[in-house]
Nanobody
Framework: QVQLVESGGGSVQPGGSLVLSCTGS????????MGWYRQAPGKQRELVAT???????NYGDSVKGRFTISRDKGKHTVQLQMTDLKPEDTAVYYC???????????????WGQGTQVTVSS
């Protein structure tokens, strides 16, 4: 059984940066693909970024060019580097993992508990 632990959330002013981390443990097969989603109050959960063990990545349109997902080789740890943060980036950010990138993109993997990111002046 996979467990995901997120860290790195917090508050930042517009234009600032934050780094989120997620460490996975358990069956490596189910950690092939990892990613981040976010959910703002009153809104649906939104895909932020995905990365696989092989290095394939994809990003949600709203974060392209501002966020970067990376993964430690040989480890089940992913980081989300967030720059030029905007108030609309305020949300709870959830780490997720699955055995395929399709499952992560479709939002049917295992979930972490979430970490709050608040962007406000």
């Amino acid at each position: 059984q996979v467990q995901l632990v997120e860290s790195g959330g917090g508050s930042v002013q517009p234009g600032g940066s934050l780094v989120l981390s997620c460490t996975g443990s358990g069956n490596g097969h189910d950690l092939f693909a990892m990613g981040w989603y976010r959910q703002a109050p009153g809104k649906q959960r939104e895909l932020v970024a995905t990365i696989t063990v092989t290095g394939w990545t994809n990003y949600g349109d709203s974060v392209k060019g501002r966020f970067t997902i990376s993964r430690d080789k040989g480890k089940h740890t992913v980081q989300l580097q967030m720059t030029d943060l905007k108030p609309e980036d305020t949300a709870v950010y959830y780490c997720t993992s699955a055995s395929t990138r399709t499952e992560v993109v479709n939002g049917v993997g295992t979930w972490g508990q979430g970490t709050q990111v608040t962007v406000s002046s």
